[in-house]
């Protein structure tokens, strides 16, 4: 991880004050840019005045209306016909693992799965077997090798949160469906980024409907105020109610927290732009540093890995690139294995092509300075 705490001083935007200085932002979870978007603060404010700062009420007894109607918003996007609020994804996925797989259960977790995914298989009484990252061959073997006779499920990032890559979101419906197990997907990274419209996964593969749960954050592209979700039928959400203890016994999301997620939400609903618009700087940004020979292949995701090697190698990276008014973090052991440390780009749609020329080739010229390679190849290839 990066040695030091970088300090915002102002909303997280394209150019952001880090540091005392306005810095390039490519390290954040705005996708969209919707964490400061005009309509996403007025509603947040609006239902900070209406309902106060918190209401102190317990979930299982009371909720708020802007709550229910973030609810059946969020259901909708994914394609679900209901959902769960939770103040964190993490407790989403705690709650939903702990839930849904007790003693003699199963539960098949990709290797690279986020760790709130980890701390939620830790919890259940289940079994928990790790297949290799998006080996479907390998689940498929496992699978065979833990045939349960209680309930199974078999849970992957929708998007990988290190890596950038995404989950064979097919492969992984047919490997449910032949092993009669549930499927899980965390849709975290992928909510408001892949997809045509930004409605996830799910979108992405058309097969929107046919996840049996699809857990997220809104404190990413859905305005970044926070909050998780579990989406899934009416009877699963029935069940999560009456026994998922993070659903019991932890506090509700707050309605300032649920009125910004629902703005956002309704304008990923209303308008496809922002999602195209990071779409193509993903494509762009990806395709420019292929152009010079480096390794980024085209994924459907606004994640991009750029491998540097060792710890240090990522920092002095990080830090260079800082001083040229550019963040971007360094990711090192523990959160990646060792020696594979790397820089993690994050696209936005605010981001512009002169944003992106910029950054590609500081990147450049700073991996050329610690020695990585950087052979041009046909810089004719780079396209939107
Ligand atoms: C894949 C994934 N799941 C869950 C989470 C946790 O989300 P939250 O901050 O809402 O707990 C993250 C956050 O980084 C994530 O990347």
Redesign the pocket.
Known sequence: MAATKSVLESANERTSLLDGRATLMMGS?NYLGLANHPRVVEAASLALRAYGAGTCMNPPLATTRVNEELRFAIAELHGSEDALL????????VALLDTVITAGGVIFSDAL?????IDGCRLSRGTSVRYSHADVEDLNKLVQTHNSRDRALIVS?????MEGTAAALPELLAASKQAGALLAI?D??SAGVVGPSGRGTAELHGSLGQVDFI??????ALGGA???YICTSRAWREQLVGSARMAIFSAPLQPAAAAAALAAVRLLQEDSGLVQKLASNARYFRASLRALSFEAPDLPSAIVPFFVGGSDNAESMSTALLARGIYIPAISFPVVGRGQARLRIQLSAFHTTADLDFAVEAIASEAKRIGLHDEPADASAVDA
């Open positions: 979870n939770f103040t964190s994804c993490t407790s989403a996925n799965n986020h760790a709130s995914i990032d929708g998007v990988f949160s965390d975290s990274h857990t997220g954050t809104f404190s990413k926070g909050g998780g």
